[in-house]
């Protein structure tokens, strides 16, 4: 009887560790589902942590840096009252992405046909693949893409709304007062991007680009 206790006893302990983990993955799989809501849609988590080095509670505080990437090999911090532990885990993300739907030439622009959303995994996609297709939306390639490419932001610049020696219409905004000029654009730039403008007394400003085309100055 003695021996059957002991090794029931042993069994139990074998099998602890093994739930420890199970319970820590499915916490660790609903934290990254939650936020990638609206990216991806099937989410898996595997630690690569020793067991031995897990947080002691059962209900851990988890939380990544607010600039750390949320698929991938990730880094977490999981707390249990005053103490930390840190966790390496791989994160796969299932969603959609962009693609190029057709050949784009260098400094084409993108119309809605140019771009398609595909299905995949977010976590093997080059470095800021795009996510949203209206992001594409009157923009400008500035490399050649290939049909079934993702797309990635850094390939793509918004159309100028603005460009350099446009006479331009300058509103400057204050507290109960507005005033009207007009101006030559110094550079070209995008809707909400920064533009310099030469006045017509011959003073520079600078302003933010509205969607009209004029520019923009708080005061």
Request: glycine fraction near 10%.
């Amino acid at each position: 009887m003695k021996a059957l206790r002991g090794g029931l006893a042993a069994t139990l302990l074998c099998l602890s560790p093994l739930v420890t983990a199970q319970d820590l993955q499915a916490q660790l799989t609903t934290f990254f589902a939650q936020r990638l809501a609206g990216f991806s849609d099937e989410v898996a988590v595997t630690i690569r942590t020793p067991q031995n080095l897990y947080p002691a509670c059962e209900q851990p505080a988890l939380s990544v840096t607010g600039s750390a990437k949320l698929w991938g090999n990730v880094n977490v911090l999981a707390r249990c009252n005053n103490e930390k532990r840190y966790l390496q885990v791989n994160v796969q993300a299932t969603g959609n992405y962009v693609v190029a739907a057709q050949a784009v030439a260098r400094g084409g622009a993108l119309s809605p046909g140019s771009v398609e959303l595909a299905r995949g995994r977010l976590d093997q996609l080059p470095p800021r693949t795009m996510l949203d297709i209206s992001q594409a939306q009157d923009a400008i390639t500035l490399r050649d893409l290939a049909p079934g490419q993702p797309v990635q932001l850094t390939m793509l610049r918004q159309a100028w709304r603005v460009k350099a020696g446009q006479r331009v219409q300058v509103i400057a905004n204050g507290d109960g007062f507005s005033v009207n000029g007009e101006g030559q654009a110094l550079n070209n730039a995008a809707v909400a991007q920064s533009a310099r403008v030469r006045m017509s007394s011959g003073q520079i400003v600078s302003g933010t680009v509205g969607a009209d085309g004029n520019i923009l100055i708080n005061l």
